[in-house]
């Protein structure tokens, strides 16, 4: 199984780095597009058909779904090539809505996505399967609905583990537990300390989080523009004694 980074910006995209986005491509079936911010249905397109891949959202804040719409068009339009038939979506419980309503003509309506989606809302802790891979969905802390995705390929028993946006829950442990990567959020850099609360990670959180959990290799994500990733990987360090890399924008990741 390997993870490209689309965007791993945080809050908003970087000159060089789209927000958040990844493709998940098992070494066999369709690939599984996971968050789609501001940019990245662009870099999907250096790598991937956008008509064949399952969409999962981690939450639905602007720079984790509002590339969406765009897909749709793609989806729909695409003069030579449109989608043939209907992927898997998997997101909050108000996916349908809130993103119909992006993608709709008018202000009051909902545009109906099941010509090209078939959504269900996730439930915690219930593991779904799409095509060869299983994703569980652990509940997070963060303003709105969000989940850590745990991906399992059936094939190799590759674990990936991605941490969405969320404070301090040891809900995050679990979902990264044993993974072979996780992709961790670290937007407030060194140190959470002075910051908002029920927000968002710092980089030695995230490395307390893969040290728990046991995991093999940890990549940072979600830092904005204005942060400080070198602090964040050095404070990743201090806390966890395997791999640690700073995402960027076309990075290939095998796990």
């Given at each position: 199984?390997?993870?490209?980074?689309?965007?791993?910006?945080?809050?908003?995209?970087?000159?060089?780095?789209?927000?958040?986005?990844?493709?998940?491509?098992?070494?066999?079936?369709?690939?599984?597009?996971?968050?789609?911010?501001?940019?990245?249905?662009?870099?999907?397109?250096?790598?991937?058909?956008?008509?064949?891949?399952?969409?999962?959202?981690?939450?639905?804040?602007?720079?984790?779904?509002?590339?969406?719409?765009?897909?749709?068009?793609?989806?729909?339009?695409?003069?030579?090539?449109?989608?043939?038939?209907?992927?898997?979506?998997?997101?909050?419980?108000?996916?349908?809505?809130?993103?119909?309503?992006?993608?709709?003509?008018?202000?009051?309506?909902?545009?109906?996505?099941?010509?090209?989606?078939?959504?269900?809302?996730?439930?915690?802790?219930?593991?779904?399967?799409?095509?060869?891979?299983?994703?569980?969905?652990?509940?997070?802390?963060?303003?709105?609905?969000?989940?850590?995705?745990?991906?399992?390929?059936?094939?190799?028993?590759?674990v990936l583990?991605?941490s969405g946006?969320?404070?301090?829950?040891?809900?995050?442990?679990?979902?990264?537990?044993?993974?072979?990567?996780?992709?961790?959020?670290?937007?407030?850099?060194?140190?959470?300390?002075?910051?908002?609360?029920?927000?968002?990670?710092?980089?030695?959180?995230?490395?307390?989080?893969?040290?728990?959990?046991?995991?093999?290799?940890?990549?940072?994500?979600?830092?904005?523009?204005?942060?400080?990733?070198?602090?964040?990987?050095?404070?990743?360090?201090?806390?966890?004694?395997?791999?640690?890399?700073?995402?960027?924008?076309?990075?290939?990741?095998?796990?």
């Amino acid at each position: 199984m390997k993870v490209i980074v689309l965007g791993s910006s945080g809050s908003v995209g970087a000159p060089e780095n789209p927000a958040s986005g990844y493709l998940i491509l098992p070494s066999t079936g369709a690939g599984v597009l996971m968050d789609l911010g501001p940019g990245v249905l662009g870099q999907l397109q250096r790598h991937h058909d956008p008509n064949d891949a399952h969409v999962v959202f981690s939450h639905l804040h602007a720079d984790h779904c509002l590339d969406f719409p765009s897909l749709m068009v793609w989806r729909r339009y695409h003069p030579q090539a449109p989608a043939a038939g209907r992927n898997l979506l998997f997101g909050p419980a108000a996916t349908f809505d809130h993103l119909g309503r992006l993608s709709a003509d008018e202000p009051d309506q909902i545009d109906d996505m099941s010509d090209t989606f078939a959504f269900s809302a996730w439930k915690a802790h219930q593991t779904e399967i799409l095509g060869s891979v299983n994703i569980t969905p652990y509940p997070m802390i963060h303003p709105v609905e969000t989940y850590a995705l745990r991906i399992e390929e059936h094939r190799t028993g590759a674990v990936l583990a991605y941490s969405g946006d969320t404070a301090w829950t040891s809900e995050l442990i679990e979902c990264a537990r044993d993974a072979d990567v996780l992709l961790c959020e670290a937007t407030w850099g060194a140190s959470s300390e002075g910051k908002a609360p029920d927000m968002h990670l710092s980089g030695a959180e995230a490395g307390r989080i893969a040290r728990e959990a046991g995991v093999k290799r940890l990549v940072l994500v979600h830092i904005p523009p204005w942060g400080d990733p070198e602090a964040a990987l050095a404070a990743a360090r201090e806390e966890f004694s395997g791999p640690v890399e700073v995402s960027y924008s076309g990075m290939e990741i095998d796990c």
